[in-house]
T-cell receptor
Framework: GAGVSQSPRYKVTKRGQDVALRCDPI?????LYWYRQALGQGPEFLTY????????KSGLPNDRFSAERPEGSISTLTIQRTEQRDSAMYRC???????????FGAGSRLTVL | LAKTTQPISMDSYEGQEVNITCSHN???????ITWYQQFPSQGPRFIIQ???TKVTNEVASLFIPADRKSSTLSLPRVSLSDTAVYYC??????????????FGAGTRLAVHP
């Protein structure tokens, strides 16, 4: 597509429920990043994919968080047993290989009640 | 990864030139300096990248001294629409490789009428 597409844009869920956030990167972009951003703070790195390989997941807060990119394109970030502290804007970005130029999506705002 | 330090906030007025300086004392030989801009309710957007000396594009200029331990983002004649958070990142682009791009808190620029 023309840009990075994320869905849903807004998600409100109850504590303890699982949520899945989807990212559709720019066509041909091999690198895909997930970030989390709290209000008033910079984006916090969560995980990175190169094609379908998850090369770095050091930023995932705990084992309730997981991500996949099975065919090297669309990626899903899953949060199990959500907690109120998981409430944030979750941002996906993609880039061409070898560049520090990321294109971000509009984000998915998660609210856990 | 080189750590960056930049002012938390800056104020300016329409029509003025704004210079935001970022310190990166531990920058490595292969590191590039990249700046992003983030408007409220949007994801960060790439604005400029450089390695040394001066880089200019239609949005901004980036000045990098010979020792590369700092860089200055220059926004000419700012307008109200330049009100945003500006992030400085330092990392080495790797061909076919991976960069864990870390965003700090950024500099919150407020442009006043």
């Amino acid at each position: 597509g023309a840009g990075v597409s994320q869905s849903p844009r807004y998600k409100v869920t109850k504590r303890g429920q699982d949520v899945a956030l989807r990212c559709d990167p720019i066509s041909g972009h091999v690198s895909l990043y997930w970030y989390r951003q709290a209000l008033g703070q910079g984006p916090e790195f969560l995980t990175y994919f190169n094609y379908e390989a998850q090369q770095d997941k050091s930023g995932l807060p705990n084992d309730r968080f997981s991500a996949e990119r099975p065919e090297g394109s669309i990626s899903t970030l899953t949060i199990q047993r959500t907690e109120q502290r998981d409430s944030a804007m979750y941002r996906c970005a993609s880039s061409s290989s070898g560049a520090n130029v990321l294109t971000f999506g509009a984000g998915s705002r998660l609210t856990v009640l | 990864l080189a750590k960056t330090t930049q002012p938390i906030s800056m104020d300016s007025y329409e029509g003025q030139e704004v210079n935001i300086t970022c310190s990166h004392n531990n920058i490595a030989t292969n590191d590039y300096i990249t700046w992003y801009q983030q408007f409220p309710s949007q994801g960060p957007r790439f604005i400029i990248q450089g390695y040394k000396t001066k880089v200019t594009n239609e949005v901004a200029s980036l000045f990098i001294p010979a020792d590369r331990k700092s860089s200055t983002l220059s926004l000419p004649r700012v307008s109200l629409s330049d009100t945003a958070v500006y992030y400085c990142l330092v990392a080495a682009p790797l061909s076919g490789g991976y960069n864990k791009l870390i965003f700090g808190a950024g500099t919150r620029l407020a442009v006043h009428p």
